[in-house]
């Protein structure tokens, strides 16, 4: 059976790793090889995973580009764009090296409007978080996100306590360390309280009641799902006001699995013998 292969140009911390992870680990779930390559090491323990400079090619790959420049198209099966930038990745500006791009939502494709080939919508994988209690957690709120400038950590932190909460928990790892001395570190105290990374996302929910997200950049926000799914109170601005997709993750998997036309394959894999 043919092996899906995830290459992408950036696989530190951030939304875009964690989604591609995610999806790794639902394709793998659901009977079909995926293996995510990248330069970084993030991901390396978040799914099955390897580095970008081991990445071999088969002619009978299926292949999902993320975020990689590539100059022509690699000699493969099927080959796939997964699009999770705006302007960061301008899809019309990019040599053309895949059969069809995905966007994320339709707000996400309009932006790359100039771009006039063939393309699919399917949203980002779902965590399985489940609507915790939020008693006692009322006037606590979360900042949840790498710490960077383009995050805006500050701006959330200094809007939730100008809201009134009595206590901020930031959560996240540091990605820029200059940024976080200069604009974060000075905001703590008492009323707001450093967490750094969490890698228990129930917890970390049941922990706050809301949450308050700043970015000057942001296509599908992860945090906005999960807050959704936490029915943790959501704060954002407008690089946030899409909707929040009510597919499944078991469409999702179905979708990607069609689009790399290997649908016949799986169905044969899960039929009981005869």
């Known amino acids: 059976m043919p092996s899906i292969k995830i290459a992408s140009g950036y ?12 999806l790794t680990n639902a394709l793998n779930a659901a009977g079909v090889t995926c293996t995510m390559y990248g330069p970084h090491d993030w991901h390396l323990d978040r799914c099955r995973a390897a580095r970008l400079e081991d990445l ?4 009978d790959d299926r292949l999902i580009t993320h975020f990689l420049p590539l100059q022509r198209r690699p000699n493969v099966a099927i080959v796939l764009l997964a699009s999770h930038e705006n302007g960061w990745f301008p899809v019309s500006r990019i040599p053309r090296h895949w059969d069809r791009a ?21 949203p980002n ?21 790498s710490i960077e400038e383009r995050k805006q950590t500050h701006v959330s932190i200094l809007r939730a306590l100008g809201d009134g909460r009595e206590k901020v928990r930031v959560f996240g790892q540091v990605s820029d360390h200059s940024y976080f001395d200069h604009h974060v570190a000075p905001l703590l105290g008492p009323r707001v309280e450093w967490c750094g990374y ?13 949450v308050y997200h700043s970015s000057l950049g942001e296509v599908a926000c992860l945090v906005k799902d999960e807050c959704h799914a936490t029915n943790t109170a959501f704060f954002g601005n407008e690089q946030t006001a ?24 799986v169905a044969s894999r899960a039929a009981p013998p005869r």
């Open 125 to 145: 994988i779902r965590e399985p978080l489940t609507a915790g209690d939020k008693t006692g957690v009322a006037t606590v709120s979360g900042v949840i996100g």
């Open 102 to 122: 995905v966007f994320l939502h339709e707000a996400h494709r309009e932006f790359h409007s100039d771009y006039t080939g063939e393309y699919l919508l399917i």
């Open 242 to 265: 899409h909707e929040v997709s009510t597919m499944s993750n078991d469409t999702i998997v179905a979708r990607w699995i069609d689009a790399l036309g290997m649908g016949s394959s």
């Open 56 to 59: 071999s090619l088969e002619v």
């Open 198 to 210: 969490s890698t228990d996302k129930q917890a970390m929910y049941d922990s706050i009641g809301s």
């Open 11 to 22: 696989t530190g911390p951030g939304g875009s790793t964690i989604a591609l992870a995610n």
